[in-house]
C-alpha cells in the first residue's frame, strides 16, 4: 500500500469515529418520557418538552412507605398554589411496604413561554403510641423519629396560538420566566484536535514503514 492511500486511509477512518462520537453524544433537551425522581414522585404530565395548549394537566403518581405520614404541595412559576389535589389509590392498600397517591387535574391557564412547576413532598416517620395493659388509655404519644422534605421541578414550554381570557377589572401579572435548562451537547470543536492527532500519528506511522 502507497503512502498516500495509507494517508488517506488513515483520515478516513478518524473521521467517520469522529462523526459517530459526535452524533451518538448529542443529547435532545425535550421529551415526553415520564420523569420519576428519588423522593418517589413520577410525572406523566407536564415533562419537558414544548406543549401546543395553554391548559395542561398535572398528571402522575407517588409511591410512599407506609407508617409515613406526607403531605404534597404544588407551585407553578414559583407561585405557591395549595395541597396537590391527588388521592389515594385503592389499590394500592393490599400492597405490604408502600401506598400510592395519585391523580390528574389541569393547571392553570399559561401564557407563551417557559414554565416551572415544583412539587413539595413533606414526609414525616413517627413512632407508636404505647398503651397501657387495658389497650384503652394511651400512655405515651407519638414521637418523631425522622421527617424528610423534597421539591422536585419540571421545566417545560407553552407555544399556543390560543388566547388567554382573563376578567377586564382583574390586572394580571407577568410570571417570572425560568429558562429551561439545556442538556450540554458534544463539542464540535473537538474534531480539530482529533484530525490534529491522527495527523501526527499518521505521520509517524509512514515514517517507520520501510522503503521499497
Known amino acids: 500500500m502507497s503512502r498516500s492511500k495509507l494517508l488517506a486511509f488513515i483520515f478516513s477512518v478518524?473521521?467517520?469515529?469522529?462523526?459517530?462520537?459526535l452524533l451518538s453524544m448529542r443529547v435532545k433537551a425535550d421529551s415526553n418520557e415520564p420523569i420519576t425522581f428519588s423522593s418517589g414522585l413520577t410525572l406523566y404530565?407536564?415533562?419537558n418538552t414544548?406543549?401546543?395548549?395553554?391548559?395542561?394537566?398535572?398528571?402522575?403518581?407517588?409511591?410512599?412507605?407506609?407508617?409515613?405520614?406526607?403531605?404534597?404541595?404544588?407551585?407553578i412559576d414559583g407561585k405557591y398554589q395549595e395541597g396537590l389535589p391527588?388521592?389515594?389509590?385503592?389499590?394500592?392498600?393490599?400492597?405490604?411496604?408502600?401506598?400510592?397517591?395519585?391523580g390528574s387535574f389541569q393547571l392553570p391557564q399559561l401564557p407563551n413561554g417557559t414554565?416551572?412547576?415544583s412539587i413539595g413532598i413533606d414526609e414525616a416517620l413517627y413512632s407508636?403510641?404505647?398503651?397501657?395493659?387495658s389497650g384503652r388509655t394511651m400512655i405515651k404519644q407519638p414521637e418523631l423519629?425522622?421527617?424528610?422534605?423534597?421539591?422536585?421541578?419540571?421545566?417545560?414550554?407553552i407555544s399556543s396560538?390560543?388566547?388567554?381570557?382573563?376578567?377586564?377589572?382583574t390586572p394580571t401579572s407577568t410570571p417570572t420566566i425560568t429558562p429551561t435548562p439545556t442538556v450540554p451537547e458534544f463539542p464540535t470543536w473537538v474534531i480539530l484536535p482529533l484530525f490534529a492527532v491522527a495527523t501526527f500519528l499518521s505521520i509517524v506511522l509512514i515514517r517507520k514503514i520501510p522503503k521499497k
Do not use: R
Open 14 to 21: 478518524v473521521f467517520l469515529a469522529s462523526l459517530v462520537m
Open 86 to 102: 391527588w388521592k389515594l389509590n385503592a389499590g394500592s392498600i393490599p400492597i405490604p411496604a408502600i401506598y400510592i397517591i395519585d
Open 50 to 75: 414544548t406543549y401546543s395548549s395553554n391548559i395542561v394537566e398535572c398528571n402522575g403518581t407517588f409511591n410512599c412507605p407506609k407508617g409515613v405520614q406526607s403531605s404534597l404541595n404544588y407551585s
Open 161 to 169: 396560538n390560543q388566547s388567554i381570557l382573563t376578567p377586564a377589572s
Open 45 to 47: 404530565s407536564p415533562v
Open 115 to 117: 414554565h416551572q412547576l
Open 128 to 133: 407508636q403510641p404505647v398503651f397501657d395493659n
Open 145 to 157: 423519629i425522622n421527617s424528610s422534605s423534597w421539591i422536585n421541578t419540571v421545566y417545560f414550554t
